[in-house]
């Protein structure tokens, strides 16, 4: 089993950055692919951006060039840096971590975090 807790969200402006983190315990989080994902207000979940060891790292068009993300293996911990923050980006931030490689879809996701809410004002 791996445990995932997510921290750093909270409210910012527009334009402005946030760096979430997700720490697992458990296991390690070598193996595995991680990713983010959000849920917006009245929104489905949608993927944001992953990692795997064989397929790099790979982002949904609309966050590409503003995040980015880091794994420390060390710590065994997952950031998302957010950059250039736009009121759409408002959601609930969810970590997961699975076994397939590259994927995009939520159901190839066998664990989840908490979430963390970040909120982006105009």
């Known amino acids: 089993q791996v445990q995932l807790v997510e921290s750093g969200g909270g409210l910012v402006q527009a334009g402005g950055s946030l760096r979430l983190s997700c720490t697992a315990s458990?296991?390690?989080?070598?193996?595995?692919?991680m990713a983010w994902f959000r849920q917006g207000p009245g929104k489905e979940r949608e993927f944001v951006v992953g990692?795997?060891?064989?397929?790099?790292?790979y982002y949904a068009d609309s966050v590409k060039g503003r995040f980015a993300i880091s794994r420390d293996s060390a710590k065994n911990t997952v950031y998302l840096q957010m950059n250039s923050l736009k009121p759409e980006d408002t959601a609930n931030y969810y970590c997961?971590?699975?076994?397939?490689?590259?994927?995009?879809?939520?159901?190839?996701?066998?664990?989840w975090g908490q979430g963390t809410q970040v909120t982006v004002s105009s």
């Open positions: 458990g296991r390690t989080l070598r193996p595995y692919t």
């Open positions: 990692s795997s060891w064989s397929s790099g790292n």
């Open positions: 997961a971590a699975g076994r397939v490689a590259g994927t995009t879809a939520f159901k190839d996701y066998d664990y």
